[in-house]
């Protein structure tokens, strides 16, 4: 086996350093072992020995052009200007930071879809080449533009529910695959406490359902885990849902079995299962959007007070348009093992609302409404609101935590949510 082009020059470099020196008989020999070493021709062995650390005239493209034979090469500039400069880059963020830092597959659709909707509010305005930019950039070169942006987005989870033990054997047990994803109205539910590490006394809840065919959101907080309050949150966000509620799929907490809401499930067709305990991943669609959707947005602070609830609520109210109009999904299509490989393959990213336009099964009533309150809707606007929210809610944490003498909680859970689209 021959010598690598990195062991060539090593041999070159030592070899070098004699033959210059050496006398006329002294290079022949040094010349034959040179040439069984790295199996150059004579010619071109005597050639590289000779001119070794000297400047050489060479044809380049029909040009002359100098160069040092042996010496450090120089990284040659892009003849190719760059495409994406800098004045694209703080549009691009400004972007990124209404979609609430979506990732580049995610972001690029937002981008397609909210792009007109904000130019019709005046929120951002745009030259013909940089919208073309805009609409074409692929999610890998928005993830390399943000990559040094992408540093600052981390956050934990925490789950305190606790299993139940009514109606268990009434209530059947659920896994994820078992219902149809391809029918909407079939959701999960979950509550999410907002306890902020202490769990004691009483503290707000957030209420959670998702919708596991068109992964629509809703979203209501509760005073406490209590089954009143659970219960006629349930009532209110099923009022809310642009199409009828099918099936209800919970955990085994006592908030969600009991007989009240067993009989209204039952009343109202509605298929009532839960999921086996301890079992995360039979509710996963709602788990993975407790975090993407409410920890992401309100964060791990404690919210224990009248107050609290009610900017709660109003910032859902802003946060439910502003997740179901304009984040998109993305779906998975199929899953495939491969020895100890899991392949996955998803459908292209889309908006709730999107997905709810496109199904065959939503009403077309509903679809016209639905259509008639996008168009009422700015998504620079609604992240204003729902900052502006954050902030009030980190204040109200702030100063309980401070009367206190407890540490706060605030600032590492939200110092991501701090910026406003400019």
């Not at 590289?48 to 450090?72: D, M």
């Not at 004691?200 to 089954?227: I, P, Y």
Request: hydrophobic share 35%; glycine share 6%.
């Amino acid at each position: 086996m021959g010598l690598t082009m990195d062991e060539k020059r090593s041999v070159t470099r030592e070899t070098v350093r004699r033959y210059q020196k050496a006398s006329k008989k002294q290079k022949g020999p040094m010349l034959d072992e040179f040439t069984a070493l790295t199996g150059y021709n004579r010619s071109y062995a005597s050639h590289i020995l000779s001119n070794w650390g000297k400047k050489v005239y060479l044809r380049v493209k029909g040009e002359t052009v100098a160069a040092i034979l042996g010496g450090p090469r120089k990284e040659q500039k892009r003849a190719r200007p760059r495409k994406y400069d800098e004045r694209f880059l703080r549009v691009l963020r400004s972007l990124w930071e209404v979609s609430d830092y979506l990732c580049g597959k995610r972001l690029a659709p937002f981008i397609r879809e909210a792009l007109p909707s904000l130019e019709r509010f005046g929120e951002i305005g745009l030259d013909d080449e940089m919208r073309q930019k805009l609409m074409k950039i692929s999610p890998a070169t928005i993830d390399r533009l943000l990559k040094k942006d992408r540093k600052k987005l981390v956050l934990k989870s925490r789950s305190r529910t606790k299993p139940g033990t009514l109606l268990k054997h009434q209530i059947p047990i659920r896994t994820f695959s078992d219902w149809d994803d391809l029918r909407p109205g079939f959701a999960e539910a979950d509550l999410v406490g907002h306890d902020g590490g202490e769990a004691r006394g009483d503290f707000a809840q957030t209420l959670h359902l998702t919708d596991v065919c068109t992964s629509w959101c809703e979203m209501q907080a509760v005073k406490n885990k209590a089954r009143l309050w659970v219960f006629e949150a349930l009532k209110d966000i099923r009022e809310r849902l642009p199409f009828p509620l099918l099936g209800l799929d919970s955990d085994n907490g006592s908030e969600f079995i009991n007989n009240h809401l067993f009989n209204y499930c039952k009343d109202n067709e509605i298929t009532f299962t839960r999921t086996r305990a301890y079992r995360k991943n039979d509710n996963c669609h709602v788990e993975q959007k407790n975090w993407s959707v409410i920890r992401r947005t309100v964060g791990y602070m404690r919210h224990d007070t009248p107050e609290d609830l009610e900017v709660l609520n109003e910032l859902y109210g802003h946060l439910r348009l502003y997740v179901n109009f304009f984040q998109p999904v993305m779906k998975l299509k199929e899953k495939t093992r491969v020895g100890s490989r899991v392949i996955k393959k998803y459908h292209p990213p889309k908006t709730p609302y999107q997905i709810v336009i496109e199904s065959k099964l939503a009403d077309k009533v509903v679809k016209r409404r639905l259509k008639r309150q996008y168009e009422t809707l700015n998504p620079a606007e609604l992240k204003r609101a729902i900052t502006k929210l954050q902030k009030k809610l980190i204040r109200l944490a702030a100063s309980k935590t401070n009367a206190r003498g407890d540490r706060d909680y605030s600032y590492n859970s939200h110092k991501a949510t701090q910026r406003h689209f400019v």
